[in-house]
């Protein structure tokens, strides 16, 4: 028996030869892009989301009034001091 003859006894899937050059059919190609546009459509929401809640922080940080401690201004200096020796001790 030909070489041909094994070609055309081939089981036939789908409209086409598995010994063809295409052995999956056009409509494979249409899923796997549905699925990339949606992966692509999901990630997209996901960024527009992010972004939607930096811009809504940023609109609360400039309504956002500063926290006041009252009476710790007498305390300013040595505050200081204790964050230059902790940044110092961090860095060493």
Do not use: C
Not at 21 to 46: C, G, Q, T, Y
Not at 66 to 84: C, F, K, N
């Amino acid at each position: 028996m030909s070489s041909q003859g094994v070609a055309s006894a081939a089981p036939n899937v789908w409209g086409y030869d598995m010994i063809d050059d295409e052995p999956l059919p056009p409509d494979f190609h249409n899923l796997f892009v549905l699925i990339v546009l949606a992966l692509l459509a999901l990630w997209a929401a996901k960024v527009a989301h992010q972004l939607f809640l930096v811009l809504e922080m940023r609109s609360f940080l400039r309504r956002a009034r500063p926290v006041t401690l009252e009476g710790m201004s007498l305390y300013a200096g040595d505050i200081q001091v204790l964050i230059r020796q902790h940044l110092n001790q961090i860095l060493r």
